[in-house]
T-cell receptor
Framework: GESVGLHLPTLSVQEGDNSIINCAYS??????FIWYKQESGKGPQFIID?????DKRQGQRVTVLLNKTVKHLSLQIAATQPGDSAVYFC??????????FGAGTRLAVHP | DAGVTQSPTHLIKTRGQQVTLRCSPI?????VSWYQQVLGQGPQFIFQ???????GRGNFPDRFSARQFPNYSSELNVNALLLGDSALYLC??????????????FGPGTRLLVL
C-alpha cells in the first residue's frame, strides 16, 4: 500500500546549526510532496512543497530536496532557531485532496 | 484574515456516544478535508468534500460521516464511539477540490477523548 515514512523519530540540534530531516516514500508514481510543521497543540503548518519534475526547491531558510531514484525527500533548515522546534511531517498527495503523512520527526533545538 | 477554525477545541465523551465536530474553511475556499491524528502518528485522511459532495474517503468505518453546507463549512460525525476514536481531528481547507499544487491549510484541531 501507499506509505510515507520518516527515518528518524527525533533530531536534536544546536541553535544556529543546519538541520536535515529525511523522509522516504513508497509510491513511485507520486508527483507532489509537501512538508508540514506541527507545534504542540496546533494543526500542521505548510512549510514548502515540491513537484516531481523538480529536484530542489528553496524557501526562506528551508530547502526541500527530492531524489526520485531512491524515493527520498529531505527538508533542510538553515541556521536552526528555537522557534523551529516542532514535529515535521512529509506528506505525499494521493487522489483528490488526500494527503498521506508519515509518522513525523521531532526537531529539538538546544541553545 | 481568519484561518481554518474548528469547534470545539476539546471534547470528552464516553463509549457508545455520538459526537459532531465543526469546521469553517478559509474564506473563499470550497474544499474541506478531515483527518484523524492519533497521538504520536501522522494525520490519516478521513474525508474530502468539495461543493457539498464527498470526493474522497479514507479507510474508516461507516460510523464516520460528514457533510458540507452551502457556506462550505463542514461537520464530521462519529457514531458509537470507541476508545480508539480518541484523537486529534483536523480539518483542512483548500481553494478547490484537487488541483495538483493546491495547498491545504489546517485548523488547530479538535481533541476528542473517549472514556
Amino acid at each position: 500500500g501507499e506509505s510515507v515514512g520518516l527515518h528518524l523519530p527525533t533530531l536534536s540540534v544546536q541553535e544556529g546549526d543546519n538541520s536535515i530531516i529525511n523522509c522516504a516514500y513508497s509510491n513511485s508514481a507520486s508527483d507532489y510532496f509537501i512538508w508540514y510543521k506541527q507545534e504542540s497543540g496546533k494543526g500542521p503548518q505548510f512549510i514548502i512543497d515540491i513537484r516531481s519534475n523538480m529536484d530542489k526547491r528553496q524557501g526562506q531558510r528551508v530547502t526541500v530536496l527530492l531524489n526520485k531514484t531512491v524515493k527520498h525527500l529531505s527538508l533542510q533548515i538553515a541556521a536552526t532557531q528555537p522557534g523551529d522546534s516542532a514535529v515535521y511531517f512529509c506528506a505525499e498527495k494521493g487522489g483528490y485532496n488526500k494527503l498521506i503523512f508519515g509518522a513525523g520527526t521531532r526537531l529539538a533545538v538546544h541553545p | 484574515d481568519a484561518g481554518v477554525t474548528q469547534s470545539p477545541t476539546h471534547l470528552i465523551k464516553t463509549r457508545g456516544q455520538q459526537v459532531t465536530l465543526r469546521c469553517s474553511p478559509i474564506s473563499g475556499h470550497k474544499s474541506v478535508s478531515w483527518y484523524q491524528q492519533v497521538l504520536g502518528q501522522g494525520p490519516q485522511f478521513i474525508f474530502q468534500y468539495y461543493e457539498k459532495e464527498e470526493r474522497g474517503r479514507g479507510n474508516f468505518p461507516d460510523r464516520f460521516s460528514a457533510r458540507q453546507f452551502p457556506n462550505y463549512s463542514s461537520e464530521l460525525n462519529v457514531n458509537a464511539l470507541l476508545l480508539g476514536d480518541s484523537a486529534l481531528y483536523l480539518c483542512a481547507s483548500s481553494l478547490l477540490g484537487g488541483g495538483l499544487q493546491e495547498t491545504q491549510y489546517f485548523g488547530p484541531g479538535t481533541r476528542l477523548l473517549v472514556l
